[in-house]
């Protein structure tokens, strides 16, 4: 049974990310308000009226969450092995690309394509994924600089397909057509997408393969010292790759959920950095996956809240700063109390 004592440490961690987190944000929003000219207090109550002021907003921050959530555990999976998986945006790309594809040129049945979609979108994007897996437990080479360049190949693909040969015609900037609507999964409450269900149900999943499973266990093992796993018998080769596999798919599952679940086509900017904001909520959760929702929604709650900026005449982009600022406050004290042994 857990203890008031034992409860005392989350709860006071809790409180002080509170009051970090709204002092960054106040110390955000005047900044924000000088360069603006708009009134402090007029941009500290859009933000949580853009963000949880309402149920449509309540709702679509959820929605935000959704892909955020995915991207992160699929992160967490690799960084609990000790590898580096930085490319997730980029193979959320390739789920959106094979999503895309699948349900737009194969004559095939709503329900075969939608599970084909799954199912391809989280093998491509594994193997995609496994290969700086393989090229990191093989050669050692860096598997952040891989999977960053990977990343900008996956945006080039998708850029060249909405330009060219998957392109609409029609329409302000470059996309697909909309996928058929039998391959469109249903709404909760509109603009809450099924996917959000799905989300949650990978984070249960998860949670059960790293912490009750073997797999997990040696991923734990592994990334404590490698030598010792191997002298266990565990093959680090083998691990790393099947981690970066499993990290890559989740990833690819995410932009499968954003075509099936909220846009229906491929198009500029569908990944929505969050293959990035993932990095951050990773390290956020302390690579756990009990802690991802949370870590998810309290970034798609920073992303909503700034981008209802926009109507006050806040840049998108001092938006983005305003997140960004928030996380290297709350990250920065946590890196250098493991520095210091904390």
Known sequence: MITIEELKKPIKAALYNVGLLLVT????????????GRDFGEIFWFFFRSSVGSVDSVLRMLMRT???????????????????????????????????????????????????????????????????????????????????????????????????????GEGLYPRTAKIPVG??????????????????????????LLKRTVFGYELQVMRSNRVAA??????????????????????????????LGEYFRAQAGISGNYGFYAIAAALMANNKASRAPFAALLIAFLSQGTLGLIALGVPQRLGEVIIGAVFIVILVPRVMKKWRGG
């Open 25 to 36: 944000l106040s110390a955000a929003f005047l900044i924000s308000s000088l360069l603006v």
């Open 66 to 168: 959704t892909p955020i959530l995915v991207a992160t555990l699929g992160l967490i999976v690799a960084f609990r092995s000790g590898v580096w998986n930085i490319g997730g945006e980029g193979q959320i790309v390739i789920g959106v690309i094979v999503t895309t594809g699948i349900c737009l040129f194969l004559p095939l049945p709503p329900v075969v394509a939608v599970l084909l979609s799954f199912i391809t979108s989280f093998l491509t994007s594994g193997v995609y994924a496994a290969m700086a897996g393989f090229l990191k437990a093989r050669w050692d080479v860096n598997e952040i600089a891989v999977t960053m360049m990977q990343t900008f190949i996956a945006i080039a693909l998708l850029q060249y397909l909405i330009d060219a040969p998957w392109n609409w």
């Open 183 to 208: 391959t469109r999964l249903p709404f909760l409450l509109y603009p809450l997408n099924s996917t959000f269900l799905i989300g949650m149900a990978l984070a249960v999943g998860t949670y059960i």
């Open 230 to 259: 191997l002298s266990h018998g565990i093959d680090t080769t083998r691990l790393t790759v099947l981690s970066m596999l499993l990290s890559g798919g989740l990833c690819g599952l995410a932009g499968t959920g954003l075509v």
